[in-house]
């Protein structure tokens, strides 16, 4: 079965500073990984997906994330962080079969951007 | 273009009770999928629904079914609620899969659930 972990509940970090929220997966076939952002009392906002190709995945408000094949990580990276980048964050992989699908989540990292 | 916009945003029900929840995906997307967010189980898979069909389901009781519109709206249903169901709804759509892969998918504000 395909899984993703998260291992930090929450990564603080200084506005103006890089972040790095981390994503590990496991899957038996090929990966599609995306990230999603949700703010408070919202519903989850597409960043970036990782479908194939270059490892480096740019997307949305600046962030990006790097797929390594050899350690199964995807991790969620911004050069700069913004305090308004405070939300939770979610890795997620997609498990394609024919035509079904469906979205495994991880168990979600609070960013806090302080200033 | 609209996004997926899901109705009602808010509902209070007892123990009991049934409910029924819709979902209007973005416009020219077929595929329509729900997730159950909660604190303590995160975000977990229900279903998916392509072309009127379910394609794929989660682990949930059989209290819990959906269905889908010829034009692609999509309702779910929960029956005889329970406490543990009070949760954020959410419903997804997309574009069915591409050649080089799975479309992302769009999320809807989600419905809060909360049953007494």
């Known amino acids: 079965a395909q899984s993703v972990a998260q291992p930090e509940d929450q990564v603080n970090v200084a506005e103006g500073n890089p972040l790095t929220v981390k994503c590990t997966y496991s899957?038996?076939?090929?990966?599609?990984l995306f990230w999603y952002v949700q703010y408070p009392n919202r519903g989850l906002q597409f960043l970036l997906k990782?479908?194939?190709?270059?490892?480096l995945v740019k997307g949305s408000y600046g962030f990006e994330a790097e797929f390594n094949k050899s350690q199964t990580s995807f991790h969620l990276k911004k050069p700069s962080a913004l305090v308004s980048d405070s939300a939770l964050y979610f890795c997620a992989v997609r498990d394609l079969t024919g035509t079904a699908s469906k979205l495994t989540f991880g168990t979600g990292t609070r960013l806090q951007v302080t200033l | 273009k609209a996004g997926v916009t899901q109705t009602p945003r808010y509902l209070i029900k007892t123990r009991g009770q049934q409910v029924t929840l819709s979902c209007s995906p973005i416009s020219g997307h077929r595929s329509v999928s729900w997730y159950q967010q909660t604190p303590g189980q995160g975000l977990q898979f229900l279903f998916e629904y392509f072309s009127e069909t379910q394609r794929n389901k989660g682990n949930f009781p059989g209290r819990f079914s959906g269905r889908q519109f010829s034009n692609s709206r999509s309702e779910m249903n929960v029956s005889t609620l329970e406490l543990g169901d009070s949760a954020l709804y959410l419903c997804?759509?997309?574009?069915?899969?591409?050649?080089?892969?799975?479309?992302?998918?769009?999320f809807g504000p989600g419905t809060r659930l909360t049953v007494l």
């Open positions: 990782y479908i194939t190709g270059d490892n």
């Open positions: 899957v038996s076939g090929n990966p599609y």
């Open positions: 997804a759509s997309s574009l069915a899969p591409g050649t080089r892969g799975p479309n992302e998918q769009f």
